[in-house]
């Protein structure tokens, strides 16, 4: 099925990027991860202009945590004054993307940065989740349970000046620690296309130190609106938001994340969490690989 | 009746020595709309003797057909610290989003490599018009990286016995335009050539554009980018409640 997409000026096979975003969707509905991070390597690998990739994977990053932040919603595991703090970051963070990626992209380096950013990132955090869920299973396995772990924020978190309640989350930290955490998924929103959701859920629990009945939620309601306002950054310097391709994806990734939540409810977390941190890790190889490797263009052009 | 005079107009001021050529392409539209794949044009026409007859000897043809030039940018890839990055660049500042040439005979065999050149006859020839001083060892570079990654994308193309003649009167060319083509005015450059000069040479023109929704999405884009933006937001947010909706039903 050809699909002419108006603003990528190509022609591409619609089934396949619907079958890209249903791909997506299920890993984030199996997750709880937005999925961005696999959606704009693969449609680089496609053939679609990375500009246009990454502005097109924001949105249907929204529409796959939609759903989902709905129903945390419903059951009140939102915490919406930390949520608040971490749009507000969010939306400044953005802005900040918003004039690094046009710097970058003068300098042009930033698929370079993109790629860096993404093996560092995707290599650090599956690393992490690997060596979690490992030592989870193998608990499990010897039965003997591990060590109880104390909730507590980084001291970092502490040293902050200013100290605001936020009593969903059980937290009395300064608003400058989730103010910060926004302001980095945003720019990462900006830059990969990414919802930060593999990012923000590890760090509210281990540097802001959430309570877990309401990281997920909380951090589908910033990915929500921060994805959101990447869009329309994007739509409003870029120019880069292909309509037609966000469609195309959404239709895939909505339907995906719906049936990987039912996955969900029946598989193990630890399982799940390993299953996640292999394909973060193999994600993160192909890009390192790619790095290293002789691309295929040497060149590149870019409009003036 | 209007033709019989632009002929007649032709002959005279091109003197009455040389051949009279008349192009004419399949189509002088082209219409990228919803399932766009690309476009195959057919360039065709006639080559007649100064007298309007059938003409006596043999022309070779060639065909040039040349898309919007744009600005650009050429960064080139190198390895530093084990990795592949940008690192070298240059500027063109008329590069052609599209360049097909298409000949009766490889093109070496009908003019030498001044006309060629002259005429940008060929890949080879392309004047790209570097912006600032450049070496000639690197510009050539930077050209033939430029040509390479063009011609493999399919916007540059060769297509060197492309031409077909028959009765030494009329000649086609079929050129193809990728579905990645820009929109904007294409011109058809046809060539008369004989013992290596240029003898009659012709320009048609072809218009590529984004017509109905495609044109509707790119102008919102392009001019309105904030409701683009919005209306982008508000489909994403629908189906993916839509999509909630309908499986909670499930």
């Known amino acids: 099925m050809d699909v002419y997409l108006p603003i990528a000026n190509l022609s591409v096979n619609g089934l396949v990027i619907v079958g890209l975003g249903a791909l997506t969707g299920l890993l984030s509905g199996m997750f709880g991860v937005g999925g961005g991070f696999l959606t704009t390597p693969l449609l680089i690998f496609y053939g679609i202009p990375p500009t246009v990739a990454a502005a097109s994977a924001a949105s249907q990053v929204t529409g796959a945590s939609v759903s989902g932040a709905f129903a945390h919603a419903r059951r009140n595991g939102i915490d919406y004054h930390i949520g608040a703090v971490l749009v507000a970051g969010g939306v400044i963070g953005t ?64 040293s902050l000046p200013l100290r605001w309640r936020f009593y969903r989350s059980g937290l009395y930290i300064s608003p400058l620690a989730p103010l910060l955490l926004g302001m980095i998924t945003g720019v990462l929103t900006m830059l990969m296309g990414i919802g930060g959701g593999f990012i923000l859920v590890p760090a509210m629990l281990y540097i802001l130190g959430m309570g877990v009945n309401v990281v997920v939620g909380t951090s589908l309601f910033q990915i929500l609106f921060v994805t959101m306002t990447t869009t329309m950054m994007h739509a409003l310097t870029t120019r880069a938001v292909d309509i037609v391709l966000a469609v195309l994806l959404l239709i895939g990734s909505v339907t995906g994340a719906q049936v990987g939540a039912q996955f969900a409810q029946k598989a193990k977390p630890e399982h799940l969490r390993l299953i996640l941190a292999a394909v973060v890790l193999l994600v993160a190889m192909r890009m390192a690989l790619g790095l290293g490797y002789r691309p295929d263009e040497i060149y590149t052009v870019i409009g003036l | 009746m209007m033709r019989v005079w632009a ?143 063009m011609r493999r994308e399919g916007l540059y193309r060769e297509d060197q016995g492309g031409v077909k003649m028959s009765g030494q009167v009329l000649y086609h060319a079929r050129i193809g335009l990728p579905s990645s083509v820009q929109t904007g005015t294409y011109t058809a450059e046809t060539f008369a050539i004989r013992n290596g000069k240029v003898v009659a040479s012709a320009i048609t023109r072809v218009d590529v554009t984004k017509e109905g929704f495609e044109r509707f999405v790119a102008v919102a884009a392009e001019d309105n980018g904030l409701l683009y933006g919005l209306f982008a937001v508000l489909v994403s947010v629908g189906m993916g409640w839509i999509a909630g909706r309908l499986f909670a039903l499930v």
């Open chain 1, 95 to 158: 802005g900040l993307g918003s004039l690094l990626f046009r710097l970058l992209q003068a300098w042009g380096q930033i698929d370079t940065v993109i790629n860096i950013l993404y093996v560092l990132l995707l290599g650090g955090i599956g690393g992490l989740m690997a060596h979690e869920s490992l030592t989870a299973l193998r608990a499990e396995r010897t039965g003997i349970p591990l060590p109880a772990r104390k909730r507590r924020h980084h001291p970092l978190v502490a």
């Open chain 2, 7 to 149: 002929l007649l107009a032709c002959m005279l001021l091109l003197g009455a020595r040389d051949p009279i050529l008349v192009p004419e392409i399949s189509q002088h539209e082209v219409q990228v709309r919803q399932g766009f794949t690309g476009a195959d044009l057919l360039l065709f026409g006639a080559i007649l003797s100064p007298e309007g007859s059938r003409a006596a000897q043999d022309y070779d043809i060639v065909v040039v057909l040349e898309g919007p030039v744009q600005s650009i940018v050429l960064r080139e890839k190198q390895k530093i610290a084990g990795m592949w990055i940008n690192a070298d660049s240059t500027e063109f500042r008329s590069a052609p989003s599209y360049f097909a040439v298409s000949s009766s005979r490889p093109i070496a065999d009908i003019v030498d490599d001044k006309t060629a050149a002259i005429y940008e006859l060929g890949l080879k020839w392309l004047q790209l018009s570097p912006i600032g001083v450049i070496e000639p060892a690197e510009q050539q570079r930077f050209s033939a990286g430029l040509v390479d990654l």
